[in-house]
């Protein structure tokens, strides 16, 4: 039947038949053997009704073109809050600092994150250089498959900056399109980690951060460090290898979010040594302190456990080597540091996505939400490992990965 309104225009009939077919959107229904809802939820044998970008139902028995995921475990899309998405090895396998051609380092950056989106990571955040703002807008045009980006550009890091140069960095983020503001108050752990930045350049990043109405997140490992950065209103503590309880118990007052990154980073450096010895600070001695950072950052996740209501989100620090390897972080906190499985899955859908603004579109399984999905064979509440295995990927409502509709 043609709609009231579409008669009323005067156009023919064939016309008008035409302009409905065309706004039609076939719904697709995803057959569920297991769901989790990435709030910790848990349902059995239900159908999710995706039309269009969007998740519309989840039911039972519903029409449509059935997608067959009843031997699986489905659960939102995961979410890395922490990536380096453009860094890679060249083709002689060492780092790459710097690309002669942007070109280059742009294709580096396509095949890290399809290696993502097919490890079951549909939403990113890169902190962050600018060749993320080119990769964002190539995903985000529909043809080149990847998880959705979000990313600073660069970074506030140079600790001889004024004031007043911090607040017009900021700007120039702001204007350059940043999603956030990643802030570095504190040396490379494999320089020792002490305090870069004075507390009033924290406080004029974060606060000008908040001014163009984004976020901050701040590359720090020490606890007075830690106690400025929270205090300054920045919105997540990257790394904090170095904090104490009573920080901990601070962040958790404050709402600040925790972002330990305790079982990628470290270890991938360490597997590729070769591949980063000699370029920058990455020497024997720095390698040794990453070998010395594992242990450390395992009794502060620990710790952080422990910590009642504090947020521990969910980013890996991926850089080159470890792009497609994301979950090995979720893992290892489940594995190693005693996390409860259901927690840890929460952290990197629902609690992420929370950390990033976009609990709204993503990190949940529900109808209104994004459909960004993923199906893994085996169930990750009993066998974590299950999350290596991911057989469907769903970002958006478009398929990248899987069986399609019968």
């Keep these: 039947m043609i709609s009231a309104p579409l008669r009323r225009t005067g156009y023919p009939v064939i016309f008008l038949l035409l302009a409905q077919l065309a706004g039609a959107q076939d719904a697709v229904v995803l057959r569920v053997g297991t769901l989790l809802d990435g709030k910790g939820g848990t349902r059995h044998n239900v159908d999710v009704v995706v039309t269009g970008s969007q998740i519309s139902k989840i039911g039972s028995g519903e029409k449509g073109k059935v997608v067959d995921l009843r031997k699986f475990t489905v659960l939102p899309g995961m979410i890395d809050t922490h990536v380096h998405i453009g860094w890679h090895f060249g083709t002689d396998g060492r780092y790459q600092q710097r690309e002669t051609s942007q070109a280059s380092a742009l294709g580096y950056a396509v095949e890290n994150a399809y290696l993502t ?28 498959p990847g998880p959705r980006v979000l990313t600073s550009l660069g970074a506030i890091s140079d600790p001889s900056l004024s004031v007043e140069q911090i607040h017009a960095a900021v700007k120039k983020f702001s204007a350059d399109g940043a999603d956030l503001i990643k802030i570095f108050a504190s040396k490379s752990f494999r320089d020792g980690g002490g305090q870069t930045l004075a507390k009033e350049q924290i406080d004029a990043a974060c606060g000008e951060a908040k001014a163009q109405h984004l976020r901050a997140i701040v590359h720090v490992y020490g606890p007075d460090t830690i106690k400025l950065v929270s205090e300054a209103g920045c919105n997540s503590v990257e790394h904090g290898t170095l ?10 007052e404050r709402g600040t979010y925790f972002d330990p990154n305790i079982g990628l980073v470290a270890q991938n450096y360490l597997a590729h040594r070769q591949n980063y010895l000699g370029i920058g600070n990455y020497t024997e001695e720095g390698m040794a302190a990453m070998q010395r950072s594992i242990p450390l950052s395992l009794s502060v996740f620990k710790q952080a456990l422990q910590t009642p209501k504090l947020k521990i989100i969910y980013g890996t620090d991926a850089v080159a080597g470890a792009h497609g390897h994301n979950v090995e972080e979720l893992i290892y906190r489940v594995q190693q540091g005693g996390q409860n499985p259901t927690d840890a899955i929460t952290s990197a859908t629902s609690l992420s996505a929370e950390s990033l603004n976009l609990s709204d579109r993503v990190g949940t399984l529900a109808a209104g939400m994004q459909a960004d999905l993923i199906a893994v064979d085996g169930d990750p509440i009993t066998d974590i490992t299950a999350l290596r295995r991911v057989v469907f990927v769903m970002k958006g409502g478009k398929i990248y990965k899987g069986p399609g509709p019968l």
């Design 243 to 252: 904090i104490t309880p009573e920080a901990l118990k601070f962040l958790a």
């Design 117 to 144: 989106l097919m490890g079951g990571f549909t939403t990113v955040q890169s902190v962050g250089a600018p060749i993320d703002g080119e990769l964002r807008a190539a995903i985000n045009r529909g043809i080149l």
